[in-house]
């Protein structure tokens, strides 16, 4: 049975595929059965960029321990980043 939980939003960026780099609007997160992660569940995280199509997509499965593992890093990083003046520089998400 599908959880139905998604969260979506509006992200400015670039992704990597085989074909090169694009830019990246948008990302979806869920919580869900995985089609190749070895776990019950896990958190399906997809970017993209929806006016290039699928061919953009990076899409990641990550244990649920996993995906808390990756957030902690993530504040950490912007923590340390932020705490020695080297904060991003704010950029519309329109």
Request: overall charge neutral; charged content about 30%.
């Given at each position: 049975m599908c959880t139905g939980i998604v969260?979506?939003?509006?992200?400015?960026?670039?992704?990597?595929?085989?074909?090169?780099?694009f830019p990246l609007d948008q990302v979806s997160v869920s919580y869900d059965h995985p089609d190749h992660a070895q776990a019950e569940r896990a958190v399906i995280i997809d970017f993209l960029n929806e006016s290039i199509g699928?061919?953009?997509?990076?899409?990641?499965?990550?244990?649920?321990?996993?995906?808390?593992n990756l957030v902690h890093a993530i504040l950490a990083s912007?923590?340390?980043?932020?705490?020695?003046?080297?904060?991003?520089?704010?950029?519309?998400?329109?």
């Open positions: 969260e979506n939003t509006r992200v400015a960026g670039s992704g990597k595929t085989p074909h090169g780099w699928l061919e953009s997509r990076i899409a990641l499965e990550l244990t649920p321990e996993s995906a808390k912007l923590s340390r980043g932020e705490g020695e003046g080297l904060g991003a520089r704010k950029e519309s998400l329109q």
